[in-house]
């Protein structure tokens, strides 16, 4: 696999998951069995709109000449899914969601890997 095929998974998970919290965030909360609440729904579309920018730097940073380019959008989804994974790892142990949260420590983990293995690993690739 190379970075680009790496982009291009996280694109789409992220267009799915940032287009929900965006546009469909009290729904989405209750999937993950949190009552929302002006405050929650608020925070969720914030989110939503983040990961919906990042999913603008998976998009273009697939297709660009520019090996540093590729490193430090690359640093960027690293960081952002480190962060994601603690916190929805943290949000998971906590009992403050249900099951389906399982999948946002998974995916962010799983995500967070890949993004290692391209800097630290097979730097190379990118």
């Known amino acids: 696999m190379r970075l680009k095929h790496l982009f291009t998974i996280n694109f ?3 267009i799915v998951f940032g287009f929900n919290c965006t546009f469909l965030a ?3 909360l209750k ?3 949190i009552v929302p609440d002006p405050a929650s729904i608020w925070a969720t579309r914030l989110t ?3 990961i919906l ?4 730097l998976m998009w273009f940073g697939r297709n660009t ?3 540093n380019t590729r490193k430090a959008i690359t640093l960027a989804l690293l960081i952002q899914d480190i962060v994601g994974f603690v916190a929805s790892l943290d949000i998971q142990l ?3 969601v249900n099951l389906f ?3 946002s420590p998974f995916i962010y983990g799983l995500m967070a890997a890949g993004y290692a293995y391209f800097l630290f690993i097979r730097p190379d690739y990118c």
């Open 12 to 14: 789409f998970i992220a």
């Open 26 to 28: 009290d729904m989405l």
């Open 31 to 33: 999937v993950y069995g």
């Open 48 to 50: 939503g709109g983040s």
């Open 53 to 56: 920018g990042f999913s603008t």
């Open 65 to 67: 000449e520019s090996v």
């Open 94 to 96: 906590g009992g403050k």
């Open 101 to 103: 949260g399982w999948s």
